[in-house]
């Protein structure tokens, strides 16, 4: 599958083709690759998107990666996080270069049933820094959580438990992530400053966090930040390459689909707590965005 990038053609890089490019070096499923220590290798130029979500850490040697536009300088304890929507159009790599590689499809990720508020975290520090340089004791938590997830699902296929095993640790390996990266955000925004259309886009993702269940319209959020909805979608398009309706649909859906994972609450239910109109209106939207019914998204889970 391909699709354009300001009238270039992106490259997009499946599941099943990455399972081939690891396949004698890494752990693969249907939903998840996990390479050990590899040395990362220079790209050409013609952009590339994953279908799932990507975290690398840098262990030693120095690249050039550009993400969206931006170009970014990765050193030792460089730590990369792309979403599905991540366009790579550079990747420049020192020959000492090494690293390990994890990606998680969105199935795997709606599986472990993220928290909507930890899930902003990781959303609002990845969709304006993708790139982060964690201290020497950070990085040596995370590897370890990571080499013991790397173990198990290397080892794995011989136990009924596997499957839980597996998503208990990558639980884990996420909330030791979402640790580190809530001591990057800033506690409290500081709008006066030079960065103030940061500190606008922390602010509206915190209030998106404890207003999304009742609240959808761009035009909500500006008045609560005292901008205009233009003004707003400007933030949001420079920051995440998305505007601001799209980031309200994306935490929406997430919502939605932790509400439709427990099994006590109806799907009528979830609709009257996501404060749509009527079952058959939240459907739609549902539909529209996920591509499957609230239903069959519920029964297929």
Known sequence: ????????????????????????????SDNIIMSPLITFRSLDSAPRTIDGITIGIICNGKAKITIN??????????LVMLREDSVVSALKCSKACRGYLMTYSRNFLDM????????????????????????????????????LLADV????????????????IFS????????????????????ENQSRTDALMAEFIRILGTDCERERSV?????????????????CKKKTGKNASKIIDDV?????????LQTGLSIQE???????????????????RVGISPSRYKTHE
């Open 69 to 78: 536009g931006r170009n970014h300088e990765l050193r030792t304890n460089s």
């Open 1 to 28: 599958m391909e699709r354009k990038n300001h009238g270039e053609e992106v490259h997009r890089i499946s599941i099943s083709r990455l399972k081939k490019t690891f396949a004698e070096e890494s752990y693969s």
């Open 219 to 235: 035009e909500y959020y500006a008045s609560k930040l005292g901008i205009s909805p233009k003004y707003l979608s400007l933030i």
């Open 252 to 260: 929406v859906i997430h919502r939605a689909k932790d509400l439709l």
């Open 153 to 168: 699902v290397r080892t794995s296929g011989k136990s009924a438990y596997d499957n839980r095993i597996i998503t208990s």
């Open 112 to 147: 472990i049933n993220i928290a909507t508020s930890d899930f902003l975290s990781v959303y609002m520090v990845f969709s304006t820094t993708p790139c982060i340089r964690l201290t020497d004791t950070e990085a040596a938590h995370l590897h370890r959580v990571g080499a």
């Open 270 to 288: 979830v609709a009257d707590r996501l404060n749509f109109v009527s079952q058959s209106f939240f459907g739609k939207y549902f539909k529209q």
């Open 172 to 191: 884990a390996f996420f909330y030791s992530l979402v640790a580190v990266l809530n001591t990057k955000l800033p506690s409290e925004p500081k709008i």
